[in-house]
């Protein structure tokens, strides 16, 4: 079946540093990538969707300038948290689908990102 | 986007069959319905996917009546490694991605 993999899986920095989240889809091509963002307990939030070779679609809310997602190859997309602090710690996934109307979307196993 | 509801948590003995029932009221002639397995420190992972009727793969059946307006995940003789949160979702296919409800917090106890 379709694989997304992510990493790195776990990242622990200091306050003011830039993080950057890689998602690939291994055995299929995606044009379109999506990111979540999951506290403690609670559900899958949407934050964005990365498109190949276009801008991404980000949800009200979420920061363009804080969270730079790159879409630069149908097999590839990267999400950056830029000048991370405390609050931006979370667990990250990343998901994608292959081509066909009636394919799911398979998730990443995330990151979790610890900002100190 | 079709809302869902579906119940906080069930909690269920090792070896009995467990029905998670979930409410579209609002799905699209065009969604599917899609349901995901999630634990703790893991993405979602897709357990099955149908438009109509019944769909069966080897870990679970799902139940879609007439109406499309809900749907029945079934897992027969959970173990307790089947302790997680399960994600009904419906949407269209394509470039639209899935907005995840709260889920169903499933206790497998032995």
């Known amino acids: 079946g379709a694989v997304v993999s992510q990493h790195p899986s776990r990242v622990i920095c200091k306050s003011g540093t830039s993080v950057k989240i890689e998602c690939r889809s291994l055995?299929?091509?995606?044009?379109?990538m999506f990111w979540y963002r999951q506290f403690p307990k609670k559900s899958l939030m949407l934050m964005a969707t990365?498109?190949?070779?276009?801008?991404?679609?980000?949800e009200q809310g979420v920061e363009k300038d804080k969270f730079l997602i790159n879409h630069a190859s149908l097999t590839l997309s990267t999400l950056t948290v830029t000048s991370a602090h405390p609050e931006d710690s979370s667990f990250y996934i990343c998901?994608?689908?292959?081509?066909?109307?009636?394919?799911?979307?398979?998730f990443g196993d995330g990151t979790r990102l610890s900002i100190l | 986007l079709a809302k869902t509801t579906q119940p906080i948590s069930m909690d269920s003995y090792e070896g009995q069959e467990v029905n998670i029932t979930c409410s579209h009221n609002?799905?699209?002639?065009?969604?599917?319905i899609t349901w995901y397995q999630q634990f703790p420190s893991q993405g979602p992972r897709f357990i099955i996917q149908?438009?109509?009727t019944k769909v069966t793969n080897e870990v679970a059946s799902l139940f879609i009546p007439a109406d499309r307006k809900s749907s029945t995940l079934s897992l027969p003789r959970v173990s307790l490694s089947d302790t997680a949160v399960y994600y009904c979702?419906?949407?269209?296919?394509?470039?639209?991605?899935?907005?995840f409800g709260k889920g169903t917090r499933l206790s497998v106890i032995a």
């Open positions: 998901s994608a689908r292959s081509q066909g109307t009636d394919q799911p979307q398979h």
């Open positions: 149908g438009y109509k």
């Open positions: 979702l419906v949407g269209v296919q394509g470039n639209t991605p899935l907005v």
């Open positions: 609002n799905i699209a002639t065009n969604d599917y």
């Open positions: 990365s498109n190949e070779g276009s801008k991404a679609t980000y």
């Open positions: 055995d299929f091509q995606a044009t379109t």
